[in-house]
């Protein structure tokens, strides 16, 4: 009987090793919620990009840190998915007290233990570099439209 504790005791060990490493060493921002939507795990790949300590992000407190154009809206859509239990996918804004700013997909998936809502498990990942490279051809094809505008402009003349 020893020797099966020792072994579950060794096999709980590793499994809460696995987890602490993936949670630290996971390129993209880890989060765990109640069912009712109350943030209770940020991974420091989370707090990193929004700009949180981790008590800051924990019940709502996260909130604080994304964008007041995006704030509102992904206030209401989160709660409206955490009253369904439905999945949620948002792009949004934090904002850092240096004033930088980090574009995040956050993708979360309702938790369900035997047939009830857990909660939800969620990430997010930084879309920055995506943003700005869209916003890049945004403006390339804005030039190009009115190069040709100007151009058709000429030859109507």
Not at 9 to 29: D, N
Request: proline share 3%.
């Amino acid at each position: 009987m020893l020797f099966r504790s020792k072994k579950a005791e060794r096999k709980l060990r590793e499994s809460q090793q696995l987890f602490e490493t993936l949670a630290l060493m996971s390129p993209v921002g880890i989060f765990r919620t109640r069912a009712d939507g109350y943030t209770n795990y940020v991974n420091p790949k989370w707090c990193e990009l929004s700009g949180l300590n981790y008590s800051e992000a924990l019940g709502n407190g996260w909130l604080k840190a994304v964008h007041p154009d995006d704030r509102d809206r992904i206030d209401h859509d989160w709660k409206g998915k955490t009253q369904d239990a439905e999945k949620s996918i948002a792009e949004y804004r934090f904002v850092k007290d240096d004033g930088s700013i980090v574009w995040v997909l956050g993708n979360a998936l309702p938790e369900i233990v035997d047939g009830e809502l857990n909660g939800y498990i969620g990430t997010i990942t930084n879309i920055t570099e995506i943003k700005k490279a869209q916003e890049e051809i945004e403006k390339s094809e804005k030039k190009f439209r009115e190069m040709a505008n100007l151009q058709i402009g000429r030859a109507h003349v």
